[in-house]
């Protein structure tokens, strides 16, 4: 019985003594902060997110912002430390009771007192993404106004400067921008207005060029100079300048390279090539060599095409959708290439404009799927920069995405400049 009664104190003693090492606790006798996070009784993701503790500028914030719609109007702060006091707003007390629940959905104040006395105030911020992480966001950055314009086309240079070329009741006007909120005029002068082909303006390096007839024009961003061009084949108009070479669309499904001042073929391509209406741009594939692509448009018969064209030397030419693709056979669409995959805006079929918000390629155009509505923040403006024909669209360095121009319904040609950002990762868009 004795042993027993020695055993169950023994047993006593260990309780208490694990209950008062739990229960004390050293207070901090230095009012600093050297951690901090939140959590959340309904979102346990909340947790994961790492704060940022800022001792000179006393600002708290986690600098990768929570997932949209997470909601942070009632979260419990914690911290490993212990303070004589802890204050948020100067009237919640963090220590009033077991769990105290704080509104982030503003910068909230928070007052640490020592075990000296001492204290110091911290501005605690929990950033949460405004949009669906998944998005691309727009907005119109400049308008020249509608029904002005004949013709146009825009491009970036590889100084990752954008050139705007329209041509309003016969007259070229040249304007270049860094933001697409300020444009600049660049001089015309010595660029023939009536022949210059505005529609195919293509990017030269850090220049930009131009067909007028059989000579090509080359703007340096102050002058223009001019090379006299002859071909044995029918010149249609400039593709794209491709390893530092330019290239062309010639007569009888020919693409054609200008070696000197002579073009010469480059590719004999089979019937069903486009001869118009098509979509050519340049990009990289997954190691960062250049690739050459042409994308949907007319071929000699009137057909509207599905296809994506793709080539990495000018010369050998492959088809890439041999499968049927989701793809809407259209013309005057535009075509970037968008992290590791194909982003396609507008077009129009035989009978009208072609209604797909955007489409996205994974697989670099062997097959297509349509944004998810999850991409579309504002219905009505991606209605307005998607549902038009012979628009330009060019990518910059940052990542933006700059859609200009194009015709509407009625056949229009609208002068508009949109931006759009991407916030995260649409699948096979990873940056």
């Known amino acids: 019985m004795r042993k027993e009664i020695t055993a169950i104190s023994v047993l006593i003693m260990l309780v208490l003594m694990g209950c008062k090492e739990t229960t004390l606790s050293v207070i901090s006798t230095r009012p600093t902060v050297t951690n901090f996070s939140v959590k959340s009784p309904k979102q346990s993701s909340v947790s994961s997110y790492v704060f940022t503790v800022d001792t000179v500028k006393h600002v708290i914030y986690n600098e990768d912002s929570m997932e949209y719609g997470t909601k942070v109007d009632s979260l419990i702060p914690y911290m490993a430390q212990t303070f004589t006091k802890v204050m ?13 629940f704080i509104d982030f959905t503003h910068t909230q104040k928070m007052t640490v007192t020592s075990s000296s006395g001492d204290t110091a105030s911290y ?19 400049y308008d020249l ?18 050139y705007w070329m329209v041509r309003s009741q016969g007259n070229v006007r040249l304007m270049s921008s860094a933001d697409g909120f300020v444009w600049v005029d660049e001089s015309v002068e010595g ?45 249609r108009h400039l593709l794209f300048t491709f390893r ?4 062309a669309l010639g007569e009888g499904n020919v693409i054609l390279k200008l070696v000197g001042n002579e073009w010469k073929t480059a590719a004999q391509l089979q019937s069903g090539f486009p001869v118009r209406g098509e979509c050519a741009f340049v990009g990289q594939t997954s190691i960062g060599l250049p690739v050459a692509y042409v994308a949907c448009g007319i071929d000699e018969n009137g057909k509207y095409l599905p296809d994506v064209w793709s080539s990495e030397n000018g010369s050998h030419w492959v088809k890439l959708n041999i499968k049927e693709t989701v793809c809407t056979p259209r013309a005057n669409a535009a075509v970037v290439q968008y992290g590791s995959g194909l982003l396609m805006l507008g077009g129009t079929t035989a009978d009208s404009l072609v209604t797909d918000n955007y489409l996205f390629s994974k697989d670099y155009g062997s097959t297509w799927m349509e944004a998810d509505t999850v991409y579309d923040i504002d219905t009505n403006n991606v ?5 038009r024909e012979g628009l330009s669209m060019v990518l910059r360095n940052n990542g933006a995405v700059f859609v200009f121009g194009g015709r509407d319904s009625l056949g229009v040609e609208m002068g508009d400049v949109w931006r759009g950002l991407h916030y995260a990762s649409i699948p096979g868009f990873e940056k």
């Not at 669906?132 to 119109?140: A, I, N, R, T």
């Not at 209605?383 to 549902?387: E, G, K």
């Open 383 to 387: 209605r307005s920069y998607c549902i």
């Open 191 to 235: 660029l023939p207005q009536t022949a210059a082909d505005v529609k195919h303006l293509i990017a030269c390096g850090d220049k930009i060029c131009v067909l007028a007839g059989t000579n090509v024009y080359t703007y340096d961003g102050g002058s223009w100079g001019m090379m006299g061009t002859t071909s044995e084949m029918g010149l």
């Open 123 to 141: 501005w605690i911020t929990v950033n949460v993404h405004t949009v669906p992480q998944d998005s691309f966001v727009w907005e119109m950055r």
């Open 244 to 247: 530092g070479e330019m290239y």
């Open 88 to 100: 948020f707003s100067d009237t919640i007390s963090m220590y009033a009771k077991d769990t105290v």
């Open 145 to 162: 106004g509608s029904g002005i314009i004949d013709e146009q086309r825009a491009v970036v240079t590889d100084d990752d400067v954008m």
